[in-house]
């Protein structure tokens, strides 16, 4: 079974940066393709950003030019650095192993002033 571990959340102010990280653990599994998810409450979980083994990257466009995902497969994590952040960038954000769908427990990102 695989593990996903996020860690990195908290609260910012507008304009600031957080860099959230997600290890992978256990299972026999690809680690592919990553993904870095988010959800308020009330709404579905959306796609921030995606990273292929190989390195190739997919943002959604609200956060293009501010956010970035990266990935160390020695160590098995990927990472989003989340720049200028925004009051509506506030959600919990999830990490999700595409290939065996697994989701990590999520980690809250407050953006306040």
């Known amino acids: 079974q695989v593990q996903l571990v996020e860690s990195g959340g908290g609260l910012v102010q507008p304009g600031g940066s957080l860099r959230l990280s997600c290890a992978a653990s256990g299972g026999i599994f690809s680690f592919l393709l990553m993904g870095w998810y988010r959800q308020v409450p009330g709404k579905q979980r959306e796609l921030v950003a995606s990273?292929?083994?190989?390195?190739?990257?997919n943002y959604a466009d609200s956060v293009k030019g501010r956010f970035t995902i990266s990935r160390d497969n020695s160590k098995k994590t990927v990472y989003l650095q989340m720049n200028s952040l925004k009051p509506e960038d506030t959600a919990v954000y999830y990490c999700k192993e595409e290939i065996t769908g697994s989701w990590g427990q999520g980690t809250q990102v407050t953006v306040s002033s």
């Open positions: 990273i292929n083994r190989g390195g190739s990257t």
